[in-house]
């Protein structure tokens, strides 16, 4: 079965920094594209980003574009999100996705999510 496992949420202070990761198991890991949506309360859920562990090509939302990193370790089947510089409006749940090549796949239609983790940014 595919997992994907996120870690490193919790609260920060507004300007502070925080690194999630989603840890993939079940599947060929250089076969998909994964990445991150999240859900803020009351709000949708937005993509946030995406990279293709194939080739390391990466995506971003405008929303994140210069504070936000994301990168891949294939030995360890893990995809990180490095946010730096986070604001309250960060506030959400944010979840692992992934979709099977391509970001524009898996920002659009995903086949797998793992559960969501809190992440809180204080003011």
């Known amino acids: 079965d595919v997992q994907l496992v996120e870690s490193g949420g919790g609260l920060v202070q507004a300007g502070g920094s925080l690194r999630l990761s989603c840890l993939a198991s079940g599947l060929r890991f250089d076969d998909y594209a994964i990445g991150w949506f999240r859900q803020a309360p009351g709000k949708e859920r937005e993509w946030v980003a995406c990279?293709?562990?194939?080739?390391?090509?990466?995506h971003k939302a405008g929303s994140v574009q210069d504070r936000f990193t994301i990168t891949a370790d294939s030995a360890k089947n893990t995809v990180y999100l490095q946010m730096n510089n986070l604001k309250p409006e960060d506030t959400a749940v944010y979840s692992c996705?992934?979709?099977?090549?391509?970001?524009?796949?898996?920002?659009?239609?995903?086949?797998?999510w793992g559960e969501g983790i809190l992440v809180t940014v204080s003011s």
């Open positions: 996705a992934a979709a099977l090549y391509h970001c524009a796949a898996q920002a659009g239609r995903p086949e797998y």
């Open positions: 990279i293709e562990d194939g080739d390391g090509t990466q």
